[in-house]
């Protein structure tokens, strides 16, 4: 086997030529596409905004590819194909040819890379020998070489022990870890699987569903290219600290075009801080929201009840029950949206108030055109305090925050709501949606994206839109005058059409963030098991042709239900569902781990649904620390079960030292939701990712793994939820301390 031990200089290490080959072309590419994009951005065009455009357009398009290549840098190569017909076959992380078109890696998700996750000894599909090629920087540091057809290896060097168990034994450092180069069969296949229709993921802890599902957007980017660089994906993840943990694995694939977001952050405009109990959530995410928010919406305008009369100018004109009636009914049948309907249901009564207006002056005696009359009427109306206020009365523009939040405010008011409804909320669940803060939670989102549909945007003043447009000339002039740039190359109305211009080649990344109405192409969601019926109603309104990759595990999901099936657990998203692959092969966590974490749900009467095999398991990797009992929920520092947590931590980063290299590892104190709050447990999870020991709840810790994982008082996990412990057990690469003052939960003590 060839090691980073070898006396051999690094050129003379088998591959190492090959790979300083690929990465002399990328920076060769990187410097190329960026001195490109700076001559092009040197270039003043034309004269004419088209050519600025042109220029933006073509700087975009290079920076985009320069970006691609710089994001590659770690582990350019991974892997070699020799195959049966004499070829043989580099495979990366982006396809690279020579300057004279001679093929130097072959990308991992084009189809002659195939072979290479799904070769097998019984079908090597042409493949003689499979090599994995691990390197440090840009340095070959070991070979892993698979035989595959023993009848045509004459003559070949075989190297290697393994690269998936060499992956797995490695410590963590706080970040996902890509697995391009030990994808498993049974993972390619989900990777490649065809993208129409919703495809599930059903895996347990440590399967790689998370992995696949990243690896899965890769390479549609790359199959379906020009038309997903049109629309973009959008991934979904359980929360931000989960985003942070992935952060580095789309990157270094070559992607960096895709949104992704949590639920709490789906909304431009709104931030969703706030934190609420489970129940609370469960109440929100009901699907009969989506009637009572409908009928809500359809309750804002207000009949008159008696005819009114308005002061406009030195006139008087009356406004009638009747008129309003007519003007609500006719502003519905146009089928628009709350706030755009307003328009048509104001310039109605203006202009029955303006005929008004105009015939009892021509009664008068004047001498008037009656299109010119009522325009000029229609004018007075507007600037009439009494008009706006009686027009502003009957049907109030509404923002989507304004009118949630006086739902939670008024209990009377959403009862009322909802019976008029037909109750598709259940009166019981009401009383629990009243406002716990002042911040928006996560699930509020799905209910504000609800209303936003209904309402509309907010009217915007045409004097602001064209002040904007005038600021924009008036910054255009200021700069050409400062910057001594007349001579009439371009004038400022043309430089002030470019900048604004330049706002449509923002990265499609950035512009599906900022626009809630964006269609992806495809969405992926993470922990899919745990987003509520009005979610995906969210979700799926932001895929018109419902192309999803939903990854989960039924058996992790929170609270006290859990759903038979997918199906059940798709709730609207249901009628899109398409196919469904089952991942069983446990990657991370150790097999007595896996073990016990599967008899606590069977003893608890939640068997899972489809038991796990783990491919490694760990000497003496559990065991039970017993300790006092807290008089209380006291504050960390006076607790028997922190000063044994402390400990149990400072154990396994001695073992870490010493086996994976000093300040190597991850070790995460997982406590139940309450005692987080009492011990002033991370919630949002950054230690997890910025300190060798993270003080988590059990809850937050989903998606998420370390070396070594201690679970403080497993019975008041359990006792919030089957599921949360079952996520508790499973984060551990290495071995698991248990904490406990009192009776383990069935399961786990009889090991």
């Known amino acids: 086997m060839t090691d980073s031990s070898t006396s051999a200089s690094p050129a003379s290490i088998p591959e190492q030529r090959h790979v300083d080959a690929a990465y002399a072309r990328v920076d060769e590419l990187r410097k190329k596409y960026r001195d490109q994009q700076a001559r092009t951005h040197a270039i003043h065009g034309a004269g004419n905004p088209q050519a600025w455009t042109e220029r933006e357009a073509l700087s975009a398009h290079l920076g985009d590819m320069a970006a691609r290549l710089e994001a590659v840098e770690d582990r350019l190569v991974f892997g070699r194909l020799d195959m049966a017909d004499g070829d043989h076959h580099h495979i990366g992380r982006v396809a690279l040819s020579t300057a004279d078109g001679e093929h130097l890696l072959i990308d991992w998700r084009a189809p002659v890379a195939m072979p290479f996750y799904q070769a097998t000894a019984v079908d090597p599909k042409g493949v003689v020998r499979r090599r994995h090629i691990t390197t440090h920087g840009r340095t070959v540091v070991a070979l892993e070489d698979e035989l595959l057809d023993s009848s045509r290896a004459e003559g070949m060097d075989l190297q290697g022990e393994g690269a998936l168990m060499s ?285 936003e549909e209904l309402l509309g945007p907010m009217p915007t003043s045409r004097i602001e839109s064209s002040e904007s447009e005038s600021a924009a000339i008036e910054r255009a002039r200021a700069a050409i005058e400062g910057q001594g740039l007349g001579g009439g190359i371009v004038n400022a109305e043309q430089l002030a059409e470019s900048t604004l211009s330049q706002r449509m080649w923002t990265p499609l990344a950035e512009q599906a963030a900022n626009d809630r109405k964006w269609a992806y192409g495809h969405i992926v969601v993470d922990e899919a098991q745990d987003l509520s019926p009005m979610a995906w109603r969210s979700l799926l309104r932001r895929c018109p042709s419902r192309s999803f990759t939903i990854v989960g595990d039924l058996d992790q999901r929170r609270g006290s239900k859990r759903p038979k099936t997918w199906v059940e657990a798709l709730g609207p998203a249901s009628r899109a569902y398409s196919d469904e692959f089952v991942l069983t092969v446990s990657y991370r966590t150790p097999a007595t781990l896996t073990a016990i974490a599967e008899a606590v749900m069977a003893r608890a009467g939640k068997p899972v649904i489809h038991p796990m095999s783990a491919v490694r398991d760990v000497e003496d990797c559990y065991r039970v620390v017993t300790v006092e009992a807290d008089t209380d929920l006291v504050a960390r520092e006076d607790s028997p079960a922190w000063a044994a947590a402390i400990q149990a931590a ?19 104190i997982l406590v139940s939701d309450s005692r987080g709050h009492a011990w002033h447990a991370d919630s949002t999870g950054e230690s997890a990712l910025d300190s060798r020991i993270a003080l988590l709840s059990a809850s937050s810790s989903k998606g998420l793994e370390f070396d070594t994982v201690i679970v403080v008082e497993p019975g008041e996990i359990f006792a919030e939820g089957v599921g949360d412990l079952f996520v508790a057990l499973t984060r551990a690469t290495h071995d698991l301390v248990a904490i406990t003052s009192s009776d383990l939960p069935r399961g786990m003590d009889q090991w």
């Not at 010493?658 to 991850?666: C, D, I, P």
């Open 167 to 451: 992956a797995l034994d490695k410590a963590r450092d706080g970040r996902m870890g890509d697995i391009v180069a030990t994808i498993q069969s049974e993972q390619d296949a989900i990777i490649r699987a065809p993208r129409d229709g919703a495809i599930v993921v059903q895996g347990g802890p440590g399967t790689g569903k998370t992995a696949v599902a990243l690896h899965r957007i890769a390479y549609l980017l790359y199959a379906e290219r020009e038309r997903l660089e049109r629309s973009g994906v959008l991934l979904v993840g359980p929360s931000r600290i989960f985003l942070r943990y992935i952060e580095q694995v789309l990157p270094s694939l070559g992607e960096t075009g895709v949104v992704s977001t949590t639920m709490g952050d789906l909304l431009p405009g709104v931030d969703a801080r706030g934190t609420e109990p489970l129940g609370v959530a469960q109440a929100k995410g009901h699907i009969g929201w989506a009637q009572l928010l409908k009928q809500a919406v359809k309750m804002l305008p207000r009949e008159l009840s008696a005819p009114t009369t308005l002061q406009v100018w030195s006139r008087t004109v009356t406004l009638t029950p009747d008129d309003v009636s007519k003007a609500i009914r006719h502003a519905r049948h146009t089928r628009r949206t709350h706030n755009q309907a307003r328009e048509g249901f104001a310039l109605e009564l203006m202009e029955v108030l303006a005929e008004r207006l105009a015939s009892d002056a021509s009664s008068a005696g004047g001498v008037l055109d009656s299109n010119e009359d009522k325009a000029e009427w229609i004018s007075e109306i507007r600037d009439s305090i009494d008009a706006r206020r009686a027009i502003n009365l009957a049907w109030m523009p509404t923002s989507a925050k304004t009118l949630l939040r006086r739902l939670y405010a008024r209990p009377q008011l959403l009862a009322h709501i909802n019976d008029r409804a037909g109750r598709p909320v259940s009166p019981r669940l009401l009383p629990l949606v009243e406002r716990h803060s002042a911040e928006w939670t996560d699930a509020d989102i799905p209910l504000l994206d609800e209303l």
């Open 650 to 668: 400072s154990q396994a980063c001695e073992r870490l030292d010493a086996t994976s290299g000093e300040g190597s590892g991850r070790v995460a």
